[in-house]
C-alpha cells in the first residue's frame, strides 16, 4: 500500500519562508504526478502546484505564483514545496497528493487518488 506523509509545517512570521515535503512509499515514485492543495477553516481545498510524473513540468495556483517552488526528487520518493515571502492568507493545512500520470486536470482534487494527512502552515502578521 502507498502510502503519502508531509512534513515542515509550523508557526512563520509574514514575509518567512517554510519548507514542506512529502514522502511517498513505494517503488513507483517516478510514475506519481504530484500536487499540494491547501485548505483554510471553512474553505473548500484549493490547488497550490503540481508537476508532471518527471518533474520537469509545473504548474501554480495564481495567490502563490512566483513565490512558491515545487520540486520532484524521483531519486529520494520526495517532492518538496518551498514557500517564500508568505502571507497571513497562506495560512492552512497543505496536503501533498499523487497519482499515477499522466494527470489529465492536474488542479483539481478529484484528479488525485493519494493523499497525505495533512500539515498545518500559520503565517502570523
Known amino acids: 500500500q502507498v502510502t503519502v506523509v508531509e512534513s515542515g509545517g509550523g508557526l512563520v512570521q509574514a514575509g518567512g519562508s517554510l519548507r514542506l515535503s512529502c514522502a511517498v512509499s513505494?517503488?513507483?515514485?517516478?510514475?506519481?504526478?504530484m500536487a499540494w492543495f491547501r485548505q483554510a477553516p471553512g474553505k473548500e481545498r484549493d490547488f497550490v502546484a503540481s508537476t508532471d510524473r518527471y518533474g520537469g513540468t509545473t504548474y501554480y495556483g495564481d495567490t502563490v505564483k512566483g513565490r512558491f517552488t515545487l520540486a520532484k526528487d524521483n531519486a529520494k520518493n520526495k517532492v518538496y514545496l518551498q514557500m517564500n515571502s508568505l502571507k497571513p492568507e497562506d495560512t492552512a493545512v497543505y496536503y501533498c497528493?499523487?497519482?499515477?500520470?499522466?494527470?489529465?486536470?492536474?488542479?483539481?482534487?478529484?484528479?488525485?487518488?493519494?493523499w497525505g494527512q495533512g500539515t498545518q502552515v500559520t503565517v502570523s502578521s
Open positions: 497528493a499523487a497519482d499515477l500520470g499522466p494527470v489529465a486536470t492536474h488542479d483539481i482534487v478529484a484528479a488525485y487518488h493519494l
Open positions: 513505494g517503488r513507483t515514485f517516478n510514475r506519481y504526478a
